[in-house]
């Protein structure tokens, strides 16, 4: 009996040692998982913007259906730099699989991002899926990194940086498909580092640089297999990646970041999926990503909504835009 309390024990602080080691870095909230780790998807509905098209050639003038699928999706990343207004929101869970029990921790959050002329502004909440997850990830001191609120604002015309504000453990709500949040933000100076500066991302004309819809590089030397149908009846273009995780260079501005919370990791598939107006802009992105490490496995699955009309681009529309725009304006003389 002793040596099976002893061998109990030791199991025991092997498992919290990988979940400390490993660092559960991600995220949770707003559209309660089944406990199977499923993502309950939101509805949203998105029109077909009415730009004028960017698309000028046509499949028939590339060699390969590759070729013609990375010039659709960099026709895409161009339109919404140069598009004046745009909104779009992302839904994505990440669950957390612990090799030694299978057992899965779907974890999950919403973002909301707003362009409109030099201002850009940005919202990521996340919120324990269920009391008992929130309770057992809190125990590991993951309240940083799993329950959170975060805003930032920049405007290319008055400011250099992105400024961002993070506080811990808002309080997120669902009714009838309506997000409601809850943050105490005046406590977000006590958040390791914030509120902080940070790097400005591309979104804009006139900036330097390309706009890219992932972080991962999507080019003729990571892309393995691409694939283009049509659906006409709705009139937009699917167009599917599957990227090489063998290559560095695919997840080259990302994998610090996976390394973060999932120590020596690397990542095993990478899927994109876009929907692309036949104008050429974004109309949805269905992305699932896996990584791993001897550990643990992660399966990041992301939806994106791209919204364009006046309504979804106003951001007096957004709980908690003006107040960071008036917090980061504040800032500018200090």
């Not at 070729?67 to 919404?80: P, R």
């Not at 900036?207 to 049509?230: L, R, S």
């Not at 909504?305 to 908690?320: A, G, I, L, Q």
């Amino acid at each position: 009996m002793a040596q099976k309390k002893k061998i109990f024990i030791i199991v025991a602080v092997v498992l919290i040692i990988v979940l400390l080691t490993t660092g559960l870095t991600v995220y949770f909230v707003v559209f309660n998982p089944k406990r199977n780790g499923e993502q309950q998807r939101a509805t949203m509905q998105t029109d077909k913007p009415q730009f004028e098209s960017v698309l000028t050639r046509s499949q028939e003038e590339f060699a390969s259906e590759k070729e013609y699928a990375l010039y659709l999706y960099e026709s895409a990343c161009k339109a919404f730099q140069n598009c004046n207004k745009c909104a779009y929101v992302d839904d994505y869970v990440t669950t957390t699989i612990i090799k030694l029990g299978g057992t899965p921790i779907p974890c999950q959050g919403c973002r909301f991002t707003v362009k409109t002329g030099t201002e850009f502004y940005y919202a990521d909440y996340s919120s324990g899926a269920s009391k008992d997850v929130e309770k057992f990830l809190n125990t590991f001191g993951q309240a940083e990194s799993t329950l959170f609120a975060q805003r930032s604002y920049t405007d290319l015309e008055t400011m250099d940086y992105l400024y961002s504000e993070k506080v811990l453990r808002p309080t997120v709500t669902v009714d009838d498909g309506k997000l409601d949040v809850e943050a105490d933000w005046s406590q977000s100076n006590s958040v390791g580092g914030y509120p902080k500066r940070e790097g400005t991302p591309i979104f804009h004309s006139s900036q330097e640089g390309t706009f890219q819809q992932t972080g991962m590089i999507i080019t003729a030397e990571t892309v393995t297999g691409a694939t283009v149908t049509y659906n006409s009846e709705l009139g937009y273009y699917i167009v599917s990646f599957i990227l090489d995780v063998n290559n560095p260079k695919t997840s080259e501005k990302l994998i610090d970041n996976l390394r973060a919370g999932l120590s020596n990791g690397k990542y095993t598939s990478v899927t994109k999926i876009y929907q692309i107006w036949d104008n050429g802009y974004f109309r949805q992105c269905d992305s699932m990503d896996y990584a791993s490490n001897s550990l643990m496995e992660l399966k990041l699955d992301f939806k994106t909504y791209f919204k364009y009309s006046e309504e979804d681009c106003n951001p007096d529309n957004y709980k908690y835009f003006d107040e960071v725009k008036q917090k980061a304006l504040a800032q500018l003389d200090q």
